[in-house]
């Protein structure tokens, strides 16, 4: 069999994966949120061949060969070096090409050399800005991704990881045993806290907060293999805006005056976005917007970003070639006490 031929059998067994009423929803809610820039999008995040995956390198092992590796399979640094808020010590690698480097299996007591994300997820991180020696939380810190990036670009002097679902937070304590060595993981809590109580427990704590908030993952949910618990899952979605908006409400609480939050989803949905950010500007009187907006130029080559966003926010769109997100990013700042 030739390769095109091939190929569209490939496509042809995607395309009956993908779940018609996510769909059928989908297009009525983002056509009507996103116009025109909706039929690209969707183009992407129905064809899984044409998705890409980003390598975040770990610098807490070392593998000599890798970035050579990397490079004869086309990847190339994923962002550029002059930007002034990138941390040296963040290496991430991606390619315009589609496909995965292989991925690394958990071995209790041996280190990752690296971890496959969507080079979009480390925009959060970014944003966050955190330096050595502060007190960061990730509040909804599962699978684990963004806690492992974070300790690529500093060592807070206080690292707390939450993760509320029982699954998940082994999940998360997994990832971080694979990417992060023994002297360094004594300095970092994991816990089970529900998100939403953290900032009545340890109120005015920290010096920068992650809210990657439990969202309608707008990939995943494409491909629900159950259309009955894809019914379900839509019907619930309303109801995720009101958790993510005590999350975040937690998180300004738990915040310190003068420290910093970045919220993030996977959504391309603006109830789950713009809306809560709004949402919480309204009502909490002590917390200001941060502009971004100098962060989305730096790195406008590797992403494509939805235009007539506000400052303090970005939404990144899937494209054929940057293939990156969903991923919503808002930073806060914390002016004063509660």
Known sequence: MDRNKLEKKAKGKLQKQICQVVLDHFEKQYTAELRDAWSSVRDVLTSPWCWQHAVLLNRFSQNPGLESS?????????????????????????RTAPGRF???KHQPGRLK???????ASLLPVLALEVKDGEAVLDLCAAPGGKSVAILQCACPGHFHCNEYDDLRSRWLEQTIESFIPAPLINLITVSKLDGRQIGDLQPEFYDKVLVDAPCSNDRSWLFSADPQQAVLRLMQRKELSSLQFQ???????ALRPGGSLVY????????ENSDVINLILNSCRNVMPVDLSGMARGVSQEFTFLSGMQQHELLVL?????????????????????
């Open 102 to 104: 292989p991925a690394q």
């Open 70 to 94: 990397l490079a004869e399979q086309g990847y190339h640094p994923a962002f550029p070096a002059a930007l002034p808020y990138l941390p040296a010590a963040l290496r991430c690698y991606s």
């Open 247 to 253: 999350l975040l409400r937690s998180a300004v609480q």
């Open 318 to 338: 899937p494209e054929k070639g940057r293939a990156w997100g969903p991923m919503y990013v808002a930073k806060l700042k914390k002016v004063s006490s509660t």
């Open 113 to 119: 050399d690296y971890y496959l994300l969507n080079a």
């Open 264 to 271: 993030s989803t996977c959504t391309l949905s603006r109830a």
